[in-house]
Nanobody
C-alpha cells in the first residue's frame, strides 16, 4: 500500500500563487508515475499534471505555463507550484500515484479556492 498526504492548499487571490506538497509513504518501489488531479463542484475529476520516473511531465492545457510539477526523490515528495491562479482553478486537489501494476493511490485532497 501507498499512503499520500497533501498540504499547501488554501485561499488565494486571482493572479496569486500557491504550492502544494504531497508526501508519500509505503511501497514506493512500485510507483511509476505521480501527479495531481482536481475536482471542482459538479465536475468530473481531471488531470492537472503528472511526472513519471523518467522525468517526463504532462500538463492539462489550461495550466500550461502557469503550473509546474516537480519532485524530491530523496524525500518521496511531489510538488505543484501554481502561479497566476484563476478563479476556475478552484477545486479540491488530489495527489495521485500509479504503480507498475497500474494500481492507483489517492490522497484525501486539499481545497484550493481562488477568489478576490
Amino acid at each position: 500500500q501507498v499512503q499520500l498526504v497533501e498540504s499547501g492548499g488554501g485561499l488565494a487571490q486571482p493572479g496569486g500563487s500557491l504550492r502544494l506538497s504531497c508526501v508519500a509513504s509505503g511501497r514506493l518501489f512500485s510507483i511509476y508515475s505521480m501527479g495531481w488531479y482536481r475536482q471542482a463542484p459538479g465536475k468530473e475529476r481531471e488531470l492537472v499534471a503528472r511526472v513519471d520516473l523518467g522525468g517526463t511531465t504532462t500538463y492539462q492545457d489550461s495550466v500550461k505555463d502557469r503550473f509546474t510539477i516537480s519532485r524530491d526523490v530523496a524525500k518521496d515528495t511531489v510538488f505543484l507550484q501554481m502561479d497566476n491562479l484563476r478563479p476556475e482553478d478552484t477545486a479540491v486537489y488530489h495527489c495521485w500515484h500509479r504503480s507498475y501494476e497500474s494500481k492507483e493511490y489517492w490522497g484525501q485532497g486539499t481545497q484550493v479556492t481562488i477568489s478576490a
